[in-house]
Nanobody
Framework: QVQLVESGGGLVQPGGSLGLSCAAS????????MSWYRRAPGKERELVAL????????NYADSVKGRFTISRDNTKNTLYLQMNSLKPEDTAEYYC?????????WGQGTQVTVSS
């Protein structure tokens, strides 16, 4: 079955950096669009970044442009999100999503807290 397992979350000070990973299995990773979403307390889930199958095309939410970088390694079936210059408003549960044909699959999430 499809499995997405996020890791790398934690507590970081404002201005700091953190890298998230999403290990994928149970589907053809290289044939799937992948994305990162986040849900902050009391807010709707929002798209953070999207990457195409090859990894050569990416899109970002305006709020993270220039600070976050999405990437993928199709040889390792892994999705990444490098987050730099973190702000308190980046505090949220972060989820990876896989679009497999007409279905979407979600990981269980990893918490990122930006606080001094």
């Amino acid at each position: 079955q499809v499995q997405l397992v996020e890791s790398g979350g934690g507590l970081v000070q404002p201005g700091g950096s953190l890298g998230l990973s999403c290990a994928a299995s149970g589907f053809t990773f290289s044939s799937s669009y992948m994305s990162w979403y986040r849900r902050a307390p009391g807010k709707e889930r929002e798209l953070v970044a999207l990457i195409n199958k090859s990894g050569y095309s990416t899109n970002y939410a305006d709020s993270v442009k220039g600070r976050f970088t999405i990437s993928r390694d199709n040889t390792k079936n892994t999705l990444y999100l490098q987050m730099n210059s973190l702000k308190p408003e980046d505090t949220a549960e972060y989820y990876c999503k896989a679009d497999v044909g007409s279905y979407s699959y979600w990981g269980q999430g990893t918490q990122v807290t930006v606080s001094s």
